[in-house]
């Protein structure tokens, strides 16, 4: 239980310091919250497939938070940035150097809880969860404006080189 609350302070920080100046959008109030509820979440997924945990990256988050961001402008769940970046560019631009990597989107979950729920029940996005060669996660938040208001969740997992 220890390691778990080190994890969600680590990925509280982590959140907390991208929703400073430099990302141009709003995250939830709950954002460091929910950062360790998906981080929990898809630990205990990767557990129970006898799989290492994953540890908070700032740079994967970095990465994760760029693009949560700009699909909240764009009220979108694309895997391409607006500026045509895609996950390998995002990765390169946060300083992020890697071997293996992939990424989920998501529009609209109220919870951390239900966004890994979901990527678990899709088998592609369960794929990149329990990637094996994985050993470090990002996740960013962000709300769209309102009438919309929805969040965006963007899960990025790595392995540097």
Not at 27 to 38: K, L, N
């Amino acid at each position: 239980m220890l390691a778990r609350s080190r994890l969600a302070v680590v990925a509280a920080t982590t959140l907390l310091s991208l929703a400073a100046p430099g990302f141009a959008c709003d995250v939830p109030d709950d954002a460091a919250a929910q950062q360790a509820e998906v981080l929990a979440n898809v630990n205990a997924e990767r557990k129970a497939q006898g799989l290492s945990a994953l540890r908070p990256s700032p740079k994967l988050d970095k990465a994760a938070q760029s693009l949560a961001c700009d699909n909240a402008d764009r009220q979108s769940i694309s895997h391409d940035s607006s500026d045509g970046g895609t996950l390998k560019t995002r990765l390169r631009k946060a300083g992020y150097a890697f071997r293996a990597a992939a990424e989920n989107t998501g529009r609209g979950f109220g919870s951390g809880a239900r966004a890994v729920e979901w990527w678990m029940d899709s088998e592609k996005h369960r794929d990149n969860i329990l990637l094996r060669k994985a050993k470090e996660v990002g996740i960013g938040i962000a709300v769209s404006a309102a009438p919309d208001s929805k969040l965006h969740w963007i899960l990025v997992v790595g392995a540097s080189r």
